[in-house]
């Protein structure tokens, strides 16, 4: 599709669940990035990928957060035993990879846990 | 203190003013600005992104840059309430990676 791509838009998950975000970047962009955002404020750095590579993750919370794009394109972020403090909305961005190149966000993932 | 910082406002405007919409960063390394528009409920959108000091134009706004003060603002001409949103001031540094911290994101309300 000619925009970034996450599914699914709405998730409800019980306290402890484990749950999957799915996000498939613009094609042929390099650089995948997730961002979390809180109610009110903006998106706060979680991980970042350059293809397959994973090159930056001081963003991710706790070790109960994982991301993988394993063949450089799709991206999942998973998150283990949820807790109500993950509520938030999970964006996805990708871009050409150099640093001028803007992020292109896709429509996110509202995740609520309770 | 935040690496980038937003008033959040609700900033008011009149329809047909300008807003002005500032930021401010830490990191004097920072080389690249963006500025996001982001509807209630929706994702952010590039509006512009500006990375010399001085000013860059593009319709009714107008980027801002003064790497010395370490300050970057947007201003939107010619007011409209479609322009009723929240902006986000995005900073990205020295890194090759296109990594963007952003700010909190300023509330403007445009008033019919």
């Known amino acids: 599709g000619a925009g970034v791509s996450q599914s699914p838009r709405y998730k409800v998950a019980k306290r402890g669940q484990d749950v999957a975000l799915r996000c498939d970047p613009i094609s042929g962009h390099v650089s995948l990035f997730w961002y979390q955002q809180a109610l009110g404020q903006g998106p706060e750095f979680l991980t970042y990928?350059?293809?397959?590579?994973?090159?930056?993750k001081s963003g991710l919370p706790s070790d109960r957060f994982f991301a993988e794009r394993p063949e450089g394109s799709v991206s999942t972020l998973k998150i283990q035993r949820t807790q109500q403090e993950d509520s938030a909305v999970y964006l996805c961005?990708?871009?050409?990879?150099?640093?001028?190149?803007?992020?292109?966000f896709g429509n996110g993932t509202r995740l609520t846990v309770t | 203190q935040k690496e980038v910082e937003q008033n959040s406002g609700p900033l008011s405007v009149p329809e047909g003013a300008i807003a002005s919409l500032n930021c401010t960063y830490s990191d004097r390394g920072s080389q690249s600005f963006f500025w996001y528009r982001q509807y209630s409920g929706k994702s952010p959108e590039l509006i512009m992104f500006i990375y010399s000091n001085g000013d860059k134009e593009d319709g009714r706004f107008t980027a801002q840059l003064n790497k010395a003060s370490q300050y970057v603002s947007l201003l939107i001409r010619d007011s409209q309430p479609s322009d009723s949103a929240t902006y986000l001031c995005?900073?990205?540094?020295?890194?090759?990676?296109?990594?963007?911290?952003f700010g909190q994101g300023t509330t403007l309300q445009v008033k019919p």
């Open positions: 990928f350059q293809n397959e590579a994973q090159l930056d």
């Open positions: 995005a900073v990205g540094g020295l890194s090759n990676t296109g990594k963007l911290i």
């Open positions: 961005a990708s871009s050409r990879g150099d640093r001028e190149a803007p992020l292109h």
